[in-house]
């Protein structure tokens, strides 16, 4: 149970979900947030964006952000929770591009402090391909993410009790967005 009273059903609305009912006018701009960071037009793919969620979430030891994301990543990228897994296991020896794993160690870096951000780590991004945009925007993702991280931990929610929740929350993710979650 959260610790303060949410006004929910927390297996029916684990982890964030249960605070952005609480407090809609708060809610609804964080969701709008996630929206664009996650799903909007962007040359990095929805999977691409989620994982980073996933990883900086899970360096965060975010239970419910982190098996979240994992799951909406694994179900937009053809190599699923495999890829995942790995990435969040040995990023530097997971089968993904060289440009990836230079946004993605710059997402790393943002998870310990944005002045963890290096020269050489947005050089190495740049170099592997990466845009502006791209490097902005993972900074972007892993910044929001250690805050709804910190949102989650922070209330005490619980993350869902039945794992296959993850799965199911990944279809509608997928198909119908963020805009629809509480």
């Given at each position: 149970m959260a610790y303060i009273d949410l006004g929910v059903d927390e297996t029916e609305l684990p982890g964030?979900?249960?605070p952005l009912r609480f407090r809609p006018?708060?809610?609804r701009p964080l969701l709008e947030l996630v929206e664009v960071l996650l799903r909007g037009p962007h040359s990095l793919t929805p999977g691409e964006r989620e994982l980073i969620a996933a990883y900086v979430s899970g360096r965060n030891e975010c239970t419910y952000c982190c098996s979240a994301h994992s799951a909406y990543a694994a179900a937009q990228l053809a190599e699923g929770m495999t890829l995942v897994d790995q990435v969040?296991?040995?990023?530097d020896n997971a089968p993904i591009s060289a440009k990836?794993?230079?946004l993605l160690h710059i997402a790393g870096a943002v998870q310990v402090s944005g002045r963890e951000v290096t020269p050489e780590l947005v050089a190495t991004a740049r170099a592997e391909g990466a845009t502006d945009l791209e490097i902005h925007d993972t900074v972007l993702i892993a910044a929001a993410f250690c805050m709804f991280n910190r949102y989650v931990d922070g209330l005490g929610t619980q993350p869902a009790a039945d794992p296959g929740w993850y799965e199911r929350a990944s279809g509608r993710i997928v198909n119908a967005g963020y805009?629809?979650?509480v």
């Open positions: 964030v979900r249960g006018e708060t809610g969040r296991a040995d990023l990836l794993r230079a805009r629809q979650v």
